[in-house]
């Protein structure tokens, strides 16, 4: 288990504006006078100096601005939050060592940790140990900052509460499960109570919308499932009101299917803010290793009677499309009982 001998930082109970210039010129002024070697480390924990942040990930199945638009908010049109920075903790950043250490995710933490990131990664592969130490730095430099994590159902939210428990030192005081159930008036005193939340998208963009949650509180949201991010789903909701807002709150989004074309993938970045994509798939070099060996065996079932009746009606219903396509050239299988979805997909886009 992680070491419970995290300092808490104390800041003063000041009402200004949070100047992140400001902030980080002074821990820029201070990386420049102090040296990283001179700082003791936790037993269970290896600290990383923000001055020694660079790309060393050797181009190993990595997809960045090269082939989607970053969509992040720029530096000019960023406004202040309502909390301050801690420049002592934030000269450097946390990553366990306890647990046995994978580049990749070393990697991935140290990009997400300075942009908005949208993670791609196979199930199985330690996203929730990713998100859980981003978090844990946030909860350290930001000691009045919220950070939210938003996941679509109930047990994906359970499980990265255990994840965030076992993984990094953060007070079980300071968390809390939010659900839909719980009174209004009791999430707003959690709201302002707690300090790292884990709920549904759907009771965060109520939350935010009754101004229980102040979001200018947040400063780190991690989205769980993000190709979910279309459309009015709430997560897109969410990030609408934060960026009119121009609260200055970092996005981490994770998913094991980013999509399978592309636009899917840019929709997903644009809606939320995301201005670097780290993807990584099994047969990569840096994930190999971890991959679990499956064995697959293909059980063919036969179709019941009632499937067989169905199937008939939607064949009925699909026939004329695919003599219309035939008739215009569009497709090439003419045979309306084996035609693929995404060929006749593909068609209908020629054609429309």
Sequence with gaps: MPSSSTVIHTIDDDDDEFDWDLAVKEIDGALEATAISNRPFSSNFASTSHSNHQDNRNGLGQKNEDDFESCGPSESSQGPNDVKIDPEAAKTWIF????????????????????????????????????????YNYFRWFPEGKIVFAAPSRPLVLQQVEALHKFVDIPQECTID???????SRRASLWKERRVFFVT????????????????????LVIDEAHRASGNYSYCVVARQLMAC??????????????????AVQNVIDNLQISTLEYRNET?????????????????????????????????VICPLVNRLNAYGLLLNRDYRTVWLLLLENSLDVFF
């Design 96 to 135: 366990p060592v306890n647990f046995d250490r994978r580049d990749y995710q070393f990697s991935i933490i140290q990009t997400a940790l300075f942009s908005n990131t949208l993670v791609a990664l196979p199930t199985g592969l330690g996203k929730t140990f990713i998100a859980a130490v981003v978090m």
């Design 284 to 316: 990569d070099p840096d994930v190999l290793p971890y991959v679990h060996a499956r064995k697959i065996e293909q059980i063919t079932v036969p179709m019941g009677k009632d499937a067989d009746e169905v199937g008939e009606l939607l064949l009925k």
């Design 201 to 220: 998208p759907q009771v965060l963009e109520k939350d935010i919308h009754s101004g229980i949650c102040f979001m200018r509180h947040l400063v780190c």
């Design 246 to 263: 121009n609260v200055q709150v970092r996005i981490l989004a994770l998913t094991a299917t980013p999509g399978s074309k592309r636009q």
């Design 178 to 184: 939010l659900t839909g159930q719980t009174n209004p």
